[in-house]
């Protein structure tokens, strides 16, 4: 694995920093009930990365029923995130694994600047639940974005907000949408999950601790 001497580590939050698959899963299970569609594991994995909105669109592929109004959709999206923060309640710091919590110092103390590019709006809320509120030099996430992954805006406002241009960042995903968005945005990336056998990403990684091995100043 070849190794480079990136600047900054723009991290995508769930799937690489902790794990809410299972909490977004109950959330969106109860808005298909409500709506008498079927919800399956193939469906919620379909939404990683990608917006609120964006989701429910995936969502209401398998919906038969008289069609929703905008105003309709918005209170959906609105009731499953709802849904979702109270499930986010039983998260704790006990969620950030050992070795995410000790990458992440390493690198850190290696000089690097560290900063989350994630679409959701309950960022914060999370970085509180698992004890890294403060931690990051940066949060970019979807309070300061217009445009969802794989549109680069994320990613290309956290490399501003850590003063860095995007050649001297790696971002860090384990979402199709998020390799494409740091391929649209002039990014390297590292992928974990399914986004590690992806064709556009930079660097497959089998853990999280295979960063440490990318890094040039070590």
């Not at 902790?18 to 919620?44: M, S």
């Not at 964006?54 to 709802?82: C, F, M, R, W």
Request: hydrophobic content about 40%.
């Amino acid at each position: 694995m070849c190794r480079k001497n990136y600047q900054g580590i723009i991290f995508d939050l769930d799937g690489v920093i902790c794990h809410t698959d299972r909490y977004h899963f109950l959330a969106w299970k109860q808005i298909a009930d409500q709506l008498g569609i079927n919800f399956d594991d193939r469906i919620n994995d379909r939404m990683r990365g990608v917006s609120r909105m964006d989701s429910l669109e995936i969502l209401l592929e398998e919906y038969h029923g008289e069609p929703l109004t905008a105003a309709q959709k918005v209170a959906l999206a609105e009731k499953k995130n709802q849904l979702y923060v109270g499930l986010l309640q039983n998260m704790g710091e006990a969620d950030l694994s050992e070795e995410v919590r000790k990458t992440m110092d390493t690198l850190r103390s290696r000089g690097r600047k560290l900063a989350i590019g994630s679409s959701s709006k309950n960022t914060k809320l999370i970085l509180k639940r698992l004890g890294l509120t403060g931690y990051f030099d940066a949060v970019s996430d979807g309070t300061n974005i217009t445009r969802s992954k794989p549109d680069p805006e994320v990613f290309l406002c956290a490399a501003q907000y850590l003063g860095l241009c995007p050649g001297k960042c790696l971002v860090v995903e384990d979402a199709k949408a998020g390799i494409l968005a740091a391929k649209a945005g002039g990014f390297d990336s590292a992928g974990l999950g399914e986004a590690a056998a992806f064709a556009f990403v930079t660097y497959p990684l089998q853990s999280f601790s295979d960063l440490l091995k990318l890094d040039g100043n070590r």
